[in-house]
């Protein structure tokens, strides 16, 4: 049996994982197995991570603080010398 350990800060859910959550009231779920059967009757709860997002604050130059979703922001990766913060 193999064993997925992920670091501190790969613990956030990608696509394609599946996860349980705690709280599975009114959330679809399937039954497997029968009563007589020796592991009896199970409910599965489990849920596929389909999408995701993020958001981001940004402090522009001006002290406007905004929250925006990731997919609008273009990252400055290679800022220099001539470049005013």
């Known amino acids: 049996m193999l064993t997925l350990i992920r670091g501190r800060f790969d ?6 994982d599946r996860v349980h959550l705690k709280d599975t009231t009114g959330l679809p ?5 029968q009563d007589g059967d020796a592991a009896g009757a199970f409910q599965v709860t489990t849920c596929l991570v389909t999408e995701t997002s ?3 604050d940004v402090l522009w130059q001006d002290g406007v603080q905004e ?3 990731s997919i ?3 990252p400055y990766l290679n800022p220099d ?5």
């Open 54 to 56: 993020t958001e981001v």
């Open 81 to 85: 010398e001539y470049d005013c913060w």
């Open 72 to 74: 609008d922001l273009i």
């Open 67 to 69: 929250t925006m979703k």
């Open 29 to 33: 779920m399937t039954e497997h197995g």
């Open 11 to 16: 613990l956030d859910m990608r696509v394609g």
